[in-house]
């Protein structure tokens, strides 16, 4: 349940989204009220790779790691969902397992809708189910693009185009350069570029040497964003803005 003021914010976060925007504003405001806010605190766990997919969720705030565990252990992580993204409609409207985990990477409050009353309100609503169609093929050929990459792009040149679109997705200025916003280790570095972390802390301290980029604390801040960005350039390559 969600008040009236919080109402009207959640629905100019809905019009925003590509695909919900297609359903008429009556019916998200059901959807809204018939809703639930939630609540998780940084590395929560939101739901887990095979679990049912009952709801469809917004990141109202924060930021949710979309990540799968492969048969060897490792872990792919396949997006990054930031303020006004949609999760988990896939899984809904198929009526399948969740095919991968979400985790917070802050503190989050996320949306929780109904999976029957959402596919209902699709139903209805034919552009959206259009737009979910097109979501699917970019996400596929995004998917389909980062194998590639990881297979055949120098090891250098994945980790700085990592680098970059986490800036792209959440820093905050610093004198120095972006300070890199979200926290995540190198096995989630790891999961993002394919690589090791004996290769990655070999480039962070080569990088770090080279006075590109600050490590602190935990924390990433990339001094010199033109240097990556030439690497990306030499294979003529850009970084990709997150998708809703």
């Known amino acids: 349940m969600t008040g009236n003021l919080q109402e009207a914010e959640l629905l100019r976060l809905l019009e925003a989204h590509e695909i919900m925007r297609l359903i008429p504003p009556e019916a998200l405001r059901a959807l809204i009220r018939r809703a639930a806010l939630l609540d998780y605190s940084e590395r929560d766990e939101i739901f887990g790779q095979g679990d049912p997919g009952r709801t469809v969720l917004v990141v109202v705030k924060g930021y949710v790691k979309l990540s799968l565990t492969m048969l ?5 992580v396949l997006d990054l969902a930031d303020p006004g993204s949609v999760i988990g409609e896939i899984a809904v409207l198929n009526e399948w397992p969740r095919a991968a985990a979400a985790t917070a990477l802050s503190a989050c409050t996320l949306l929780a809708i109904d999976g029957r009353s959402f596919t209902r309100e699709l139903r ?16 596929l050929r995004r998917t389909t693009a980062q194998v590639t990459e990881n297979l055949e792009l ?7 185009k990592a680098l970059i679109e986490l800036a792209a997705l959440h820093s905050r200025p610093t004198l120095q350069g972006p300070q890199l916003g979200l926290s995540l280790s190198q096995r ?33 801040t990339l001094c010199d964003v033109g240097a990556l960005r030439a690497l990306l350039s030499e294979h003529d390559l850009e970084e990709v803005a997150p998708e809703r």
């Open 154 to 160: 120098p090891a250098p040149v994945r980790l700085a």
């Open 124 to 139: 209805n609503a034919p552009d959206a189910m259009l737009a979910i169609i097109r979501l699917l093929s970019r996400r």
């Open 188 to 220: 989630e570095l790891g999961g993002m570029t394919g690589l090791i972390r004996e290769s990655i802390n070999r480039h962070l301290g080569t990088w770090r040497d080279a006075g590109w980029i600050a490590l602190a604390e935990g924390t990433i």
């Open 72 to 76: 060897s252990g490792r872990e792919l």
